[in-house]
């Protein structure tokens, strides 16, 4: 397991942040529109930026992470995609 100082542990740190900046982005994304008293353009404004922050930030992580990473967080999120779908794949 690479430390914290090594390249290897910097950009697995900084992957897992983004990743988790990511999920935190798009919470703030539901509740702003509650949050921000203003005109309906500039809550719209709000919340695309957020949108477009967040995505960036996950496909960000998913890059200094890399495939093992994704695999994962793909075999997790399966399970859950059936049960949404109804499917019995």
């Known amino acids: 397991m690479p430390d914290g100082n ?3 542990g910097f950009k697995r740190g900084l ?3 983004l990743f988790w900046i990511s999920w935190l982005l798009w919470g703030l ?4 529109p509650f ?6 353009s500039t809550i719209a404004v709000a919340a695309t930026t957020l949108l477009v922050a967040a995505e960036l930030s996950f ?3 998913l890059l200094l992470l890399g495939r093992p990473f994704y695999d994962a967080f793909k075999a997790k999120l399966r399970p859950l995609w059936r ?3 109804g499917s019995n794949e």
């Open 83 to 85: 049960r949404v779908r």
């Open 6 to 8: 090594s390249p290897n």
């Open 15 to 17: 992957g897992l942040f």
């Open 59 to 61: 496909a960000a992580s």
């Open 29 to 32: 994304m539901l509740v702003a």
């Open 35 to 40: 949050l921000i008293d203003a005109e309906a």
